[in-house]
C-alpha cells in the first residue's frame, strides 16, 4: 500500500518563525517528526512520502501515486 502522509500548513503566527526563517534561509523551523515517526511504524513493504506543505507544493501527481 503506498502511503503519502501530509504534513499541514501551519499558520503565520509568532511561533511559527514564518518571517524570522527568511533571515536564516531555512523553509521550515522542525521536521515533521512524528509523521516520521509513524512512517517508521508502517510496514516496510509499503512505499512511503511524505509531503511537508510548508516547504513544497502538494500536486495532483502525489495524489495519485497514494492508494
Known amino acids: 500500500m503506498r502511503?503519502?502522509?501530509?504534513?499541514?500548513?501551519y499558520p503565520a503566527t509568532f511561533w511559527s518563525f514564518k518571517y524570522a526563517l527568511k533571515f536564516i534561509r531555512k523553509?521550515?523551523?522542525l521536521p515533521p517528526l512524528g509523521l516520521l515517526?509513524?512512517?517508521a511504524?508502517?510496514?516496510?513493504?509499503?512505499p512511503k512520502?511524505?509531503?511537508d506543505v510548508n516547504?513544497?507544493?502538494l500536486?495532483?501527481?502525489d495524489?495519485?501515486?497514494a492508494d
Not at 502511503?3 to 500548513?9: A, F, K, N, S
Not at 511504524?41 to 509499503?46: F, I, K, N, V
Request: hydrophobic share 50%; charged share 25%; no cysteine.
Open 63 to 65: 495524489l495519485a501515486w
Open 49 to 51: 512520502k511524505l509531503v
Open 3 to 9: 502511503t503519502l502522509m501530509i504534513y499541514p500548513e
Open 27 to 29: 523553509r521550515a523551523a
Open 41 to 46: 511504524m508502517l510496514p516496510r513493504e509499503w
Open 55 to 57: 516547504v513544497t507544493k
Open 59 to 61: 500536486n495532483d501527481k
Open 37 to 39: 515517526t509513524i512512517g
